[in-house]
């Protein structure tokens, strides 16, 4: 899982983004009704050529060639057609700037929670350093209260820090863990996501 790049993350995010799928494929179905609304503008030209010998009535006459031409238009009534397609067209266009607007905004989102993993893990490291120089204040200084060198008030202040750099160890470790599952599900989608966690795999 790339959580280091966060410019792969991006492309997985739009890969696996539903709306932006569905506005995609809303897309690509203007664009065809487009393509064949425009088709109908152009008249259909046909050419047909016969060649008849003889007659079930008079097998005397002689053989004939035919050559048979039409032309078909679709236009319909008026600029109805036009009408239509500049109708559809503005409807793409209108999909097209909601499908930058998605785009921009996964961008947006992931590179958010990527910059907030990567303050978490560069956090991690200093606050491990604090909690082993308060887990060590601690037990000094209950050590020499039982000696009668430290009072119980200092006791109390040392185990107050201690308790506070547990409680930043673990909101960094939360943080980190609910942020990688964001990303994931961004990432991978919903149903990846759901077998990672059945399966009880890390992210």
Same mark, same amino acid.
């Given at each position: 899982? =790339?959580?280091?790049? *966060?410019?792969?993350?991006q492309a997985l995010a739009l890969e696996a983004s539903p709306s932006l799928q569905k506005l995609t494929? &809303? ?11 425009? %088709?109908?503008?152009? =008249? +259909?030209?046909s050419l047909r050529v016969e060649h008849q010998r003889g007659n079930y009535a008079y097998t005397s006459? /002689?053989?004939?060639? #035919? ?14 057609? $036009?009408? !239509?397609? #500049?109708?559809? +067209? ?18 947006? !989102? *992931? ?13 991690? /490291? ?7 120089a308060a887990r060590g204040t601690s037990e000094s200084w209950e050590r020499q209260f039982l000696a ?7 006791? $109390?202040?040392?185990? #107050?820090?201690?308790? &506070?750099?547990?409680? +930043?160890? %673990?909101? *960094?470790?939360?943080? !980190? %863990?609910?942020?990688?599952? #964001? ?10 996501? $759901? &077998? !990672? ?5 890390? /992210?």
């Amino acid at each position: 899982w =790339p959580e280091d790049d *966060v410019k792969q993350l991006q492309a997985l995010a739009l890969e696996a983004s539903p709306s932006l799928q569905k506005l995609t494929h &809303q897309r690509a179905a203007v664009s065809a009704d487009i393509a064949e609304k425009k %088709s109908n503008l152009y =008249p +259909e030209l046909s050419l047909r050529v016969e060649h008849q010998r003889g007659n079930y009535a008079y097998t005397s006459l /002689p053989s004939l060639n #035919r050559v048979f031409l039409s032309l078909n238009s679709k236009l319909g009534a008026g600029t109805s057609r $036009l009408d !239509q397609i #500049r109708a559809s +067209e503005q409807r793409k266009q209108s999909l097209e700037s909601d499908i930058q607007a998605q785009q921009l905004a996964i961008e947006e !989102q *992931v590179e958010s929670e990527w910059l907030q993993l990567r303050s978490a893990i560069q956090r991690k /490291p200093s606050l491990l350093t604090s909690l082993d120089a308060a887990r060590g204040t601690s037990e000094s200084w209950e050590r020499q209260f039982l000696a009668g060198r430290k009072t119980w008030q200092e006791v $109390l202040n040392a185990a #107050r820090e201690l308790l &506070q750099a547990e409680v +930043e160890m %673990s909101e *960094v470790i939360v943080v !980190q %863990s609910v942020i990688k599952w #964001r990303l994931m599900l961004l990432s991978r989608g919903v149903d990846i996501t $759901l &077998q !990672q966690a059945s399966s009880g795999s890390k /992210p």
